[in-house]
């Protein structure tokens, strides 16, 4: 592998690469990699240059459905592969897979590893208009895919699957890597917050994360006569088509249903005062969420669905309940709050099994690895795989 490697990564915002994949660029910068990030600027750009990362500043937007924009986009990003000439880029979620693969291909980049952080919204229900959207995107995905012969990284064995089935993906191009590992010295043990204890949800306030369900399941512990505070921590998302409005969370806050505690960056203090992390969602890539309350020995409760099963050993390091169902996950909620010894039970096997399984160095240095391997493929003459 050549000195000092050009390795850009295309994420359409910029918290979402400072939440998820600041520690694997940490990581590539520190083992020798010259680290891009081209995102869409709006809090993190001068955090993003402190950590000695070139920023590429880009227009890409999740939500534009404008064939002028979208061409704009593709155009935007072959401009910026050919200018800077990576080796490797690293694309992370559907729309950088889809655009950054055409630009990837017409640009000449040797080297595409598209990750998928999940299947995203068109896959989250059984509607007829995200079906029409589902099976644009598996064509659209297929022919991209194909013309960039990217390495494809799923988070989980179920979207690999799904993929491979569709045709999208061949069997061999693809890899599971579990995430974008967690900080298990910045992720610890700590006691819950006195008082009530607080049940939590952590996320992007999404419909399709099962917000609505959390707040019914609030109403159901109460007229239980179970005590607790329910409490929602994350941004809104406008780009994403499922996001729910402010004025809707207010309105559940004001009712007394739920605490909307907004955005928070000291996420490990947050769920320290927590008894109980929450996920109700439609479907994951593999959520981080969870893995970092796992870490910090809280007992989990979680949907049936791809990607929390990974996170979710049932009745191991926390509970799973069907998707959609609030009855269930109040039922599941009280059950834990009223055994405070199988939530700390859950609480220590959790934290064993990300020290075990999904920790930075562990999740980075297979990613690392991965680099490696398809460096070496495109640099010492040998034969590449079929699909590379």
């Known amino acids: 592998m050549n000195a000092r490697p050009r390795l850009l990564f295309l994420i359409t915002e910029d918290w979402y690469f400072w939440s998820h ?4 660029a940490r990581a590539a910068r520190d083992a020798g990699f010259d680290v891009g990030i081209a995102t869409r600027v709006a809090d993190h750009g001068a955090l ?28 935007e990003l072959i401009r910026l592969y050919r200018k800077e000439r990576p080796q490797l880029v690293h ?15 017409l640009a000449g980049v040797p080297v595409v590893v598209n990750a998928f952080a999940g299947l995203g919204y068109a ?58 590992g967690i900080d298990t010295e910045r992720f610890v043990p700590g006691a819950p917050e006195p008082g009530a204890p607080i049940v939590l949800l952590a996320s992007r306030m999404l419909w399709d994360k099962g917000v609505a369900d959390f707040v019914q399941a609030a109403r159901l512990v109460r007229h239980k006569g179970v005590r607790a505070r329910f409490v929602l921590v994350g941004r ?42 929450v996920l109700p969602s439609f479907r994951e890539g593999l959520p981080k969420v969870l893995l970092e309350a796992a870490a910090c020995g809280k007992p989990v409760i979680a949907t049936d669905v791809p990607g ?7 009745r191991s ?33 959790g ?18 690895a991965l680099y490696r391997e398809l460096l070496d493929l495109r640099g010492d003459g040998r034969q590449a795989p079929a699909w590379v």
């Open 351 to 368: 934290r064993d099994m990300v020290v075990r399984e999904y920790s930075v160095s562990k999740i980075a240095g297979a990613m690392l």
């Open 317 to 349: 390091n926390g509970l799973l309940v069907p998707p959609r169902d609030p009855d269930a996950l109040a039922d599941a909620i009280v059950l834990l709050l009223a055994d405070a010894d199988r939530c700390a039970a859950m609480g220590r096997t």
């Open 48 to 75: 993003i240059r402190q950590e000695g990362f070139r920023l590429y500043p880009l227009r890409l937007a999740r939500r534009s459905r404008h064939p002028l924009a979208d061409l704009a986009a593709i155009w």
């Open 21 to 24: 994949r600041l520690d694997l």
């Open 236 to 277: 809104c998302d406008p780009h994403n088509p499922a996001a729910i409005p402010p004025s809707r969370l207010w309105e559940w806050a004001d009712a007394g249903d739920i605490e909307w505690w907004g955005h928070r960056e000291d996420m490990p203090a947050v769920l320290a005062a927590a008894t109980l992390v």
């Open 123 to 180: 896959f989250t229900d059984r509607g007829d208009t995200r079906a029409m959207l589902r099976l644009a995107l598996l064509k659209a995905l297929k022919i991209a895919i194909r013309l960039s012969r990217s390495v494809a990284v799923f988070q989980n064995g179920e979207d690999r699957d799904y993929l491979v089935a569709q045709g999208v993906v061949q069997p061999q191009q693809a890899r599971i890597i579990a995430g974008s």
């Open 91 to 105: 694309q992370v979620a559907m729309k950088p897979i889809l655009y950054g693969s055409l630009a990837a291909w």
């Open 308 to 314: 929390c099963r990974a996170a979710v050993r049932h």
